[in-house]
């Protein structure tokens, strides 16, 4: 299950824009994913509802548009 990994390293990415934009909470993720990857969407979903537990980003949605190629983009976050 490499989903979780991925979780991670999105987890990393959101929380660094965290603290340069002084963010209190992230409501949603929007994420480009290529298709070629193999990654199974619910799966990356709970690896990353799991790792973002007692965090900022804990509520957050990620969002997932699927695309073709290898690409795995973090789009934009959204928060207040």
């Given at each position: 299950m490499h989903e979780a990994s991925i979780a991670y390293e999105i987890f990393l990415i959101i929380e660094e824009s965290v603290r340069n934009y002084n963010l209190k909470k992230v409501n949603r993720i929007f994420l480009s994913i290529g298709g070629y990857n193999g990654i199974f969407e619910e799966s990356l979903k709970f690896a990353f509802t799991a790792i973002s537990k007692d965090t900022k980003c804990?509520?957050?949605?990620?969002?997932?548009?699927?695309?073709?190629?290898?690409?795995?983009?973090?789009?934009?976050?959204?928060?207040?």
């Open positions: 804990e509520e957050a949605k990620l969002i997932i548009t699927k695309t073709e190629g290898f690409e795995m983009v973090v789009e934009r976050i959204e928060g207040e």
